[in-house]
C-alpha cells in the first residue's frame, strides 16, 4: 500500500486504476488514493461515492455513512444518498440513526418499501417484535409496494419467517423459510434460515442436511475459498471478508455445524467445523466465530478464551450468550470475584441478558465463596421451584399421551427436559459445598432426594458413583453405577474418562471381583494397543492412571511395596505414559511413602528403594518439558518455569529420599 501511494499515476489513468482495483477487491488501496484526491476535491461527488462503497465493502460502517451524509448535504436531491446512509448506520448498530434518516424516505415512492424494510429490519435488531411484525405486515397488504413484487413478496416470507424464530414458533418459521426457498430456488441465506430453525427445534438431522447442502455448493462454486484447507494442515493465506464469502453463508454455516456437534458432546467434530471454514486472520473473524473459538477451545486453551470473551463484551453488538458464558465459565473455574465484578461492571446487560433463573443461579455460585450456608439456601429455593416445575411437566406428559396428542407430548417432553437441564447444576452447586467438606454421607443424601428426577441423567450417575465410591464402604453400590456408564461405551472404552475405569476397576478389587477388573484392563490395553498403532505419537493415559490408582489404593493400605512398585511400571515406557496427570498419582503416592519413612512407621527393602531412585532419575531425565501443575488462567502470579517441571520436583523428591535413609547427596 506505501508503495502504491508514492506511485506515480499517468494523467486520465486515475479513474481506470481506481476501478480497476476495485474490480480486484483491493478496497483498501483505493481508500488511500481517494483520500488524497478528496483532500483536493473535497466535494467530488465521484469521490466520495466510491470512498463510502469501499467503506462499506470494508465493513468500516461507520465511515460509510458519514460519506453518504456528505453526498446527501451536497445533493439533497438524491434519495438514494440517505437509503445507503441508513444502511450504513443500521449495519453499523447505530439504531435510532438510521431510523431517523430512513424516515425521510417514506414521503418518496421510489424508497418506500425500502425505507419500511429497513425500518423492519432496525426494530427486529432492537427486539421491537410487535413494532418489526407491524411493518412487515404493512409491506405484504401492500402498501409497500413497488415493481419487484415477487421479490418482495419473497422478502416479507423471510421477516415473518424471522420473527417467528425470535417468538419461538420455530415450526412455523420453518415453512415460512421452506417456501421461499421454494419460489425463489436456492438461496444460501434461506437456507441457512431454514438450518437454524430447525437446529433451535432440535432437529439437528434436517439442520445437517441444509448446512451439508450449503458446504457442498460453496466448494463446488468457489474452491478459491479454501474450506477445509486448515484441517487438512495445508497453510493457506486468509481469504478476507469478501463479499462472496458473505454470499455463501459457509461462515454462518459451520458456526451452526460447531453448535450442533457441541450440543451433541462431539468436541472434536465442533472443532473440525470451525477450522473447515474459510481461512482468515483472527482479526477478520466475526463475533460469532470468535465466540465459538473460546468455548470450544476452552479445555486446551482457556486462556485465550477468557481473553477472547472479555474482547467480545466491549464489543457493539457482540452474541447475546456471550455474557452468560463468561460469567459461568469464571464459576467453573472458581474466579468467583472476577464474575461478581463483571455483574456488577454490567448491570445493564444483566436484565438483557440473563434469565431469572441463571441471574439467581450465578448469584448462589458467587455467594459460595464467602457463605456457603447462605448459598446453599439459596440453591434450595432454587431447586425447590425447578422440583415443582419438573411435576407439573410430569403431569401435563402424562395428559397429553391419555389424550394421544403428539404435538403437545413432544412439546411438554422438550419443556421437561430443558428444565432438567437447568435443574442438574443446581443440584450439583448443592452437592459440591458438602463435596468440599468432605461430607460424603451428605452430598449422597442430596443426591438421594433427586432420584425421582435425576435416575436416568448420566451426570447424576457419575457423581452418585463417585460419592458412594469415596466412602470407602459402600463399593458394591459404587459398581452398580459405574458398570452401566461403561458398558454404554464399552466398545470404545477409551471414551470413558480414566478415573472412571480406575474407580470400577479398584470396586472390583475391594469386592473382591479380581477377574472382572482384571478382564476391563485387559480390554483397555487392547484398545490402547489399537489406537497406539493407528497414530503412534498419541499420548494414551487410561491404563497407567488404573494402575496408578489401584497403586495409590495398596499405598494408602500401607502396602507401599507393592503399591510404589505398581505405580513405577505404570509409567513404563516413560515416552508416552509420563505427563502432568499421571505425575500427579505418582508424586502422591511418594510423598505419603516419605512421610511415613520418615515418621519410621515403615521400613523398606534396599532393592525398592533402588527402584524408587531409578525411577525419579528416568522422571528426572524425561519430564524437563512436562509441567508438574496445570496453571490455572487468569492467574495474575505466574509459577516460577523452571521449578514447575516433573524434573525439579523429581529432584527434590529424590533429595528427600536420600536425607530420609540418611546418604549424602
Excluded at 8 to 36: C, K, N, W
Excluded at 178 to 199: E, F, M, V
Excluded at 251 to 278: C, G, H, R, S
Excluded at 375 to 402: I, N, S
Aim: glycine share 4%.
Amino acid at each position: 500500500m506505501a508503495g502504491l501511494k508514492n506511485t506515480h499515476i499517468p494523467d486520465g489513468e486515475f479513474t481506470t486504476m481506481v476501478y480497476r482495483l476495485i474490480r480486484d477487491s483491493r478496497y483498501a488501496e483505493v481508500v488511500q488514493l481517494l483520500g488524497a484526491e478528496l483532500q483536493r476535491s473535497p466535494k467530488s461527488r465521484a469521490g466520495l461515492s466510491l470512498l463510502a462503497y469501499c467503506y462499506y465493502r470494508l465493513q468500516e460502517f461507520a465511515l460509510a455513512a458519514e460519506c453518504y451524509e456528505q453526498l446527501s448535504q451536497l445533493h439533497p436531491e438524491l434519495d438514494q444518498y440517505r437509503l445507503y446512509q441508513a444502511q450504513a448506520l443500521y449495519k453499523a448498530c447505530l439504531y435510532p440513526e438510521a431510523t431517523r434518516v430512513a424516515f425521510l424516505l417514506l414521503d418518496n415512492p421510489a424508497y418506500h418499501s425500502r425505507a419500511l424494510r429497513l425500518q423492519a429490519a432496525i426494530k427486529y435488531s432492537e427486539g421491537d417484535l410487535s413494532g418489526a411484525r407491524s411493518l412487515v405486515e404493512q409491506l405484504l397488504s401492500g402498501e409497500g409496494e413497488e415493481e419487484n413484487a415477487v421479490e418482495n413478496d419473497r422478502d416479507s416470507q423471510v421477516n415473518l419467517g424471522c420473527l417467528l424464530y425470535k417468538e419461538g414458533h420455530y415450526e412455523a418459521a420453518c415453512c415460512k423459510f421452506l417456501g421461499a426457498l421454494q419460489a425463489s430456488g436456492y438461496q444460501p441465506d434461506i437456507s441457512y434460515n431454514l438450518a437454524l430453525a430447525h437446529y433451535s427445534n432440535r432437529h439437528y438431522a434436517p439442520a445437517l442436511k441444509h448446512i451439508a447442502n450449503i458446504v457442498e455448493r460453496g466448494i463446488r462454486q468457489h474452491p478459491e475459498l479454501a474450506v477445509g484447507m486448515t484441517t487438512e494442515g495445508i497453510d493457506v493465506r486468509s481469504v478476507g471478508n469478501s463479499s462472496v464469502l458473505h454470499q455463501t453463508a459457509l461462515v454462518e454455516a459451520f458456526n451452526l455445524k460447531a453448535a450442533i456437534e457441541y450440543q451433541l458432546k462431539n468436541n472434536e467434530a465442533a472443532q473440525e467445523a470451525l477450522t473447515d471454514m474459510p481461512p482468515r486472520a483472527e482479526e477478520e473473524l466475526d463475533p460469532v466465530t470468535l465466540h465459538n473459538q473460546a468455548l470450544m477451545n476452552m479445555d486446551a486453551r482457556p486462556t485465550e478464551g477468557f481473553e477472547k470473551l472479555q474482547f467480545l463484551l466491549q464489543q457493539n453488538p457482540f452474541p447475546p450468550e456471550t455474557f452468560a458464558n463468561l460469567l459461568l465459565l469464571y464459576c467453573k473455574y472458581e474466579y468467583f470475584d472476577l464474575a461478581a465484578d463483571v455483574l456488577a461492571e454490567n448491570a445493564h446487560l444483566t436484565y438483557k441478558f440473563l434469565t431469572p433463573y441463571l441471574y439467581d443461579f450465578l448469584d448462589a455460585m458467587i455467594t459460595c465463596q464467602t457463605a456457603p450456608e447462605e448459598a446453599f439456601v439459596k440453591l434450595d429455593g432454587l431447586a425447590g421451584v425447578l422440583t415443582e416445575l419438573l411435576r407439573k411437566l410430569t403431569k401435563q406428559v402424562q395428559e397429553a399421551r391419555h389424550n394421544r396428542d403428539e404435538e403437545a407430548v413432544k412439546k411438554a417432553v422438550n419443556e421437561y427436559d430443558d428444565t432438567l437441564e437447568k435443574y442438574i447444576p443446581v443440584l450439583m452447586a448443592q452437592a459440591k459445598i458438602y463435596w468440599n467438606l468432605e461430607n460424603y454421607p451428605m452430598v449422597e443424601k442430596i443426591f438421594r432426594k433427586s432420584v425421582e428426577f435425576c435416575n436416568d441423567h448420566d451426570v447424576w450417575k457419575l457423581n452418585v458413583a463417585h460419592v458412594l465410591f469415596m466412602q470407602g464402604n459402600k463399593y458394591r453400590e459404587a459398581i452398580g453405577f459405574y458398570e452401566p456408564i461403561v458398558k454404554k461405551h464399552y466398545d470404545n472404552i477409551l471414551n470413558v474418562s480414566a478415573i472412571v475405569l480406575a474407580n470400577l476397576c479398584v470396586s472390583y478389587i475391594m469386592t473382591s471381583q479380581n477377574e472382572e477388573a482384571e478382564e476391563l484392563m485387559r480390554k483397555i490395553e487392547k484398545e490402547e494397543e489399537q489406537l497406539s498403532y493407528e497414530e503412534p505419537d498419541k499420548k494414551i493415559y487410561h491404563l497407567c492412571i488404573v494402575n496408578l490408582v489401584i497403586g495409590t489404593l495398596y499405598c494408602a493400605k500401607g502396602n507401599y511395596d507393592f503399591g510404589i512398585s505398581r505405580v513405577i511400571k505404570s509409567l513404563e515406557p516413560y515416552n508416552k505414559k509420563l505427563g502432568t496427570d499421571t505425575w500427579y498419582y505418582a508424586k502422591r503416592c511418594f510423598l505419603s511413602l516419605l512421610e511415613n519413612m520418615a515418621k519410621h512407621t515403615i521400613t523398606l527393602r534396599d532393592i525398592v528403594i533402588q527402584e524408587c531412585v531409578q525411577f525419579l532419575e528416568h522422571c528426572e531425565i524425561r519430564g524437563r518439558n512436562i509441567p508438574a501443575v496445570i496453571e490455572l488462567p487468569l492467574e495474575e502470579e505466574r509459577m516460577n518455569m523452571g521449578e514447575n517441571t516433573v524434573t525439579y520436583e523429581s529432584r527434590q523428591l529424590k533429595a528427600l529420599i536420600y536425607e530420609i535413609i540418611g546418604r549424602n547427596l
